[in-house]
């Protein structure tokens, strides 16, 4: 499915990640995406909607550049170019980073529409950090998307603060969302301990544009704020790196995680005593 | 209950606000009730006017009777939006529209002022021909709340965190993994069906059940008080013994 949007190509997209739950890898999939996008020359600008919170900028490894930020923007203190970072190492990559001495009713859901309508004509892609919860962060984040991205972790928790995001945001009309499963551990989801990706997806019932295996690699990258997708040749990075070429309307089958060649999941049903 | 009108004034144009819309306080917060003059007007009116009252109606809790006029989502969503930029809380949205209303339940909101209470049981109302029902076609996912006096259908899933209330039976033609109450009103002959049942929990008028961890298959069952106990019987039309 092609999700760029063919024949607006002067149009950025705004692409809005979210979660409901905290910790999952919004940020971390935020940051991956834009850095994967922009290695394919795309335009990409990200903003970080969790203000009060921020670490988008930590993990892009820009926060030492910070001067504005979005409620800067917002407020008038300053221009949108302004408040937009610029990657050292990509040069189409861009953060607007949120402020961290506010709190989420400093920007509404208009500012953000106003602002991403401003971008639009300039960028390809407009990557949204949503913060955690379901309020006004998560509201300002969602209002300007034209396709949101709904991070879950392989566990019940996480699962069903999915499934509750993705209610609000069909609500909003903001839908169809789409998924993407994080930190996926094979050999557990083999051993029957964690939900496989079926299990995953018989719940939420939406269309899958990303599988990310569990990897260290993604945590230190993270650290040292430098993305894993733009380099990293382990199968997390790849898996970052296909999202974005999905995002762009690529076909790209999804990666095998379990080493030994077993569709995961199939062998753990089986094994399995009950339901869930 | 004491009722505060704000005065029905002339705008500009020498129309009057009230044609527009009325302001009243109520026991839950204030009711605005929307008139019939288009709804642009109405809401570029009812926009000024929360302008102008802001220190007055600040952090007021509304209530939005919107009579006629039929609204989406994105008509909806903007208005609630709009209220809450101006420190204000848009908890109800009362319509003539079942449309619009299902759509502000689907944003979250209240339809009624106060909650409706189960009608009592004493008219018993069930396995009658045409019993009141409605039909929804779509999944329930976590946070839904479906609430209704007659018979629910689903057509779709019910997910966890998901929650029926029904005064008569509730029928999923899908996974039921929620929260269902039939009955609602003390109708102890409500009864609830599944295709595939693997609830958080299912109460049946009075009672409440918790169901054990299913083994093996799902099947389609039905579930209904027998002798006081909340009974789950596998959906078997052709009994083979």
């Known amino acids: 499915m092609d999700y760029s949007g063919n024949g607006k190509q002067f149009s950025g997209k705004v692409v809005t990640v979210t979660s409901g739950k905290g910790g999952v890898g919004k940020t971390t999939l935020t940051a991956n995406l834009a850095a994967a996008l922009a290695a394919d020359g795309q335009k990409v600008v990200c903003i970080d909607g969790d203000i009060g ?17 979005l409620v800067d923007v917002v407020e008038g203190r300053c221009r949108l170019r302004q408040a937009m970072i610029r990657d050292k190492r990509l040069p189409e990559l861009y953060l607007i980073p949120a402020a961290q001495t506010r709190d989420k009713n400093a920007v509404s859901p208009s500012d953000m529409i106003r602002l991403t309508n401003e971008l639009r004509p300039e960028m390809d892609w407009i990557l949204i950090d949503s913060p955690a919860g379901i309020e006004r962060g998560f509201r300002n984040a969602i209002a300007p998307a034209d396709i949101v991205l709904v991070v879950t972790n392989p566990e019940v928790s996480a699962v069903r603060d999915a499934d509750r995001i993705i209610g609000l945001i069909e609500a909003e009309e903001k839908g169809p969302a789409r998924l993407v499963i994080n930190r996926i551990k094979p050999a557990m989801v083999k051993r029957g301990e964690m939900l496989s990706m079926e299990d995953v997806l018989e719940l939420l019932a939406i269309e899958l544009i990303g599988l990310i295996p569990d990897d260290e690699g993604v945590v230190t990258s993270s650290n040292r704020g430098n993305p894993i997708a733009i380099e990293g040749k382990s199968k997390a990075a790849q898996s970052f790196r296909n999202i974005a070429q999905r995002l762009q309307g690529h076909k790209v089958p999804f990666l095998e995680l379990q080493e030994d060649g077993n569709l995961f999941g199939r062998l753990a049903r089986l094994l399995r005593p009950g339901g869930n | 209950m004491h009722a505060v009108l704000i005065k029905p004034g002339t705008d500009r144009n020498g129309m009057e606000i009230s044609t527009k819309f009325q302001i009243k306080g109520i026991r839950e917060g204030l009711l605005v009730t929307l008139g019939d003059a288009p709804w642009e007007q109405v809401y570029a009116a009812l926009i000024e006017h929360l302008d102008e009252q802001r220190d007055f109606l600040k952090g007021a809790r509304l209530a939005l009777d919107v009579g006629n ?25 009362i319509s003539n529209s079942p449309t619009t209303e299902r759509t502000a339940q689907t944003l979250g909101l209240e339809t009624r002022l106060s909650k409706p209470k189960p009608e009592p049981a004493a008219q018993d109302t069930r396995y009658q021909d045409g019993d009141p029902a409605i039909l929804v076609h779509r999944t329930l996912r976590s946070g839904y709340s479906l609430q209704n006096p007659g018979h629910v259908v689903i057509l779709g899933d019910v997910n966890p965190g998901a929650e029926i209330i029904s005064g008569g039976d509730v029928i999923v033609w899908g996974r039921l993994r929620g929260m269902v109450h039939a009955g609602a009103g003390g109708n102890e002959s409500a009864v609830i069906c599944a295709l595939d049942l693997a609830p958080t929990q299912l109460r049946i008028a009075g009672v409440i059940a918790i169901t054990p961890q299913r083994r093996g298959k799902s099947q389609p069952e039905m579930v209904r008080i027998l002798n006081g106990q909340v009974v789950a019987e596998p959906w078997n039309p052709k009994k083979k013994d």
């Open chain 1, 53 to 69: 919170l921020r670490n988008l900028d930590v993990v892009l490894g820009l926060e030492n550049r910070i001067v504005y930020d």
């Open chain 2, 69 to 93: 006029h039929m609204l989406k989502a994105a008509d909806l969503g903007q208005i609630r939006n709009q209220i809450s930029e101006r420190d204000l809380t848009l908890w109800a949205v």
